[in-house]
């Protein structure tokens, strides 16, 4: 199953340099490890296999607040800009989500993900 | 915390408990990370970040109710929750701007663009915070037609002669608070005439009742169901051909003037004088209702101190409007009228190909105009239609206070008038428009920039 991002957050992770972010700054094992758990949840295990595709915007929501709750993301906007707003702050935080859904999904293809 | 692929129904109240989870998952794990972090970042907690708990909540709630089918449990007696009522009406609301619009939208507020129309209208709701004013507004501003409901409407009934207003005022007094029939159980009640120098202000009502048959004790019976009661005003001015309804639809229009007629002998002429005499060139070969509304497009409107005319719809007679076939229970397909909706329309090659190739009659246009003045105030959304016996102007209220729309109202409705009674402001510029709009025509794709109506206005 392939993380499509769409335009507008490819935008904004572009405009806030986010994959960098992602890459050098984020805890992503800890953040994939959390993505796991957010697969199960969001896909019933009754459903028919072709039918199983989770729901990644919810799964990327959820990350999102977790970015908003924690303080290293902020601290990474915050210092490269002047001020940012509720609206800019929220589309922030979910393109640094889906940009590490979108690794987590990189890594599980290139067999970097589970760990061994 | 499982919410299905397959679309089933689940409490309101269970998957608010899921959006709960998921939020406190999210803020415990969220502080987990950050211990488990092994570069051991350490940041204070900064004053200024944003509080988007409400926003995410939101987002998380729509994205998980999109999953399955919620059953919220009604409000008492019933009736479905207030809240869920507003969303939805909302939502309505910005559905009625169609899919085209609403994406256009969504860019200019740098959102998601795909999914249904319903989706869409989620994201723009969401982003106006679920706002009725800032809903309001946008609607409003960006309708390509009036609603009936919040607009000006008036419409223009040419007569056969201009009224002797002194004859007409004592006609009507002799029928002051009586009523006389214009149709199968409907009346007209004259309620009063106000004369004012050269205009008659005349006041009336439309009394109409529907059948019903009722079983009672003594078997079925026909018991007459009054329709809403509905007020009605007519403007005639000395010397001037053309009765002014105001607040009637088509048909309480045509029964108020007929009483009128009865009255006072003032008659409708019964349909909307057309010619294309005072042109040439291309212009010769395109249908009279066309020229009417690309004359009053083109200078009419400017004259009158309305500019800026962005054209919205435009929808073209393509067959007579008779009801041939229906009845017969014919089957064969038939195309009465072409209706384009979009922006600077009449740049469209495919709507110039109907006026020039085809010659088929442009009857009824939309737009959006600014009033000009000091202000530079509107957009206000303009609808102009050709009728069988009269023209009706309709504009919308806008985003701005209904007195300076009125203003806007006023303004098109002398055009059209002035375009009625005298016929082609600017015959030479409806000549050369003619030229271009033939050669749009021949175009095979759409261009780059309008250009049609834009050289004329600023001509």
């Not at chain 2, 806008?398 to 008038?417: M, P, Q, Y």
Request: with cysteine.
């Amino acid at each position: 199953v392939t993380v499509r991002i769409e335009k507008h957050i490819r935008s904004a992770a572009t405009k806030h340099s986010l994959r960098y972010w992602v890459d050098k700054h984020c805890p992503l094992d800890g953040y994939f490890r959390r993505i796991d758990r957010l697969y199960e949840t969001f896909t019933n295990p009754e459903d028919p296999p072709e039918d199983t595709e989770p729901d990644h915007e919810g799964i990327a929501l959820v990350l999102a607040r977790m970015l908003d709750k924690g303080k290293l993301l902020f601290a990474y906007i915050d210092g490269n800009e002047q001020r940012v707003s509720e609206d800019e702050w929220l589309l922030a935080c979910e393109a640094a989500a889906w940009i590490i859904l979108e690794r987590h999904d990189q890594a599980i293809e290139r067999g970097k993900w589970p760990p061994k | 915390m499982n919410p299905s692929r397959r679309k089933s129904v689940l409490h309101g109240e269970e998957l608010e408990a899921l959006v709960g989870d998921l939020l406190d998952f999210a803020d415990e794990e969220a502080g987990q990370i950050q211990r488990e972090d092994k570069a051991g970042r350490v940041f204070a907690t900064k004053p200024g970040k944003p509080d988007i708990d409400d926003m995410i909540a939101d987002r998380l709630r729509t994205a998980l109710r999109a999953e399955v089918v919620p059953a919220d449990q009604t409000g008492g007696s019933e009736s479905i929750i207030e809240s869920d009522i507003r969303r939805e009406v909302l939502k309505k609301a910005l559905i009625g701007l169609r899919l085209q619009r609403l994406q256009e939208i969504a860019r200019e507020l740098y959102l998601k663009l795909g999914g249904g129309i319903e989706e869409v209208a989620v994201r723009i709701a969401q982003s106006l915070k679920w706002d009725p004013d800032e809903i309001a507004l946008l609607v409003m501003d960006t309708s390509t037609e009036p609603s009936v409901d919040r607009s000006h409407e008036t419409r223009l009934f040419p007569l056969i002669d201009a009224p002797n207003l002194d004859y007409v005022e004592d006609r009507l007094q002799y029928v002051q608070d009586r009523y006389v029939r214009v149709g199968l159980a409907r009346w007209f009640v004259f309620n009063s005439a106000v004369r004012k120098d050269d205009l008659l202000t005349i006041r009336g009502t439309i009394r109409a009742y529907q059948p019903q048959i009722l079983e009672i004790e003594t078997g079925p019976t026909v018991r007459p169901v009054p329709a809403p009661i509905h007020d009605i005003s007519i403007e005639l001015a000395e010397d001037s051909a053309l009765a002014l309804v105001r607040r009637g639809n088509i048909s309480q229009s045509r029964d108020a003037l007929a009483a009128i007629d009865i009255a006072a002998n003032v008659s409708s002429l019964g349909y909307v004088p057309l010619s294309s005499s005072g042109v040439s060139g291309h212009a010769i070969a395109f249908e009279s209702s066309s020229l009417f509304m690309l004359d009053l497009l083109l200078t009419r409107f400017r004259r009158n101190g309305l500019h800026d005319v962005n054209l919205t719809i435009a929808r073209f007679k393509v067959g007579e409007e008779e009801a041939v076939g229906e009845a017969s229970g014919e089957t064969r397909p038939i195309v009465r009228a072409v209706r384009f909706e979009g922006r600077h329309i009449l740049d469209s090659p495919a709507a110039c190909k109907l006026i020039a190739e085809e010659s088929r009659a442009l009857v009824d246009v939309a737009m959006h105009v600014r009033l000009f003045d000091h202000s530079e105030a509107g957009p206000y959304p303009l609808h102009i239609s050709l009728e069988r016996d009269h023209v009706r102007v309709l504009t919308g209220f806008g985003a701005s206070e209904i007195g300076r729309s009125l203003s806007a109202h006023r303004l098109a409705v002398t055009a059209v008038a002035e375009e009625v009674i005298e016929g082609f402001a600017d015959p030479l510029a409806l000549t050369s428009v003619a030229s271009e709009i033939v050669d749009r025509a021949r175009e095979t794709s759409e261009p780059e920039e309008a250009s049609i109506l834009r050289h004329h206005q600023e001509a």
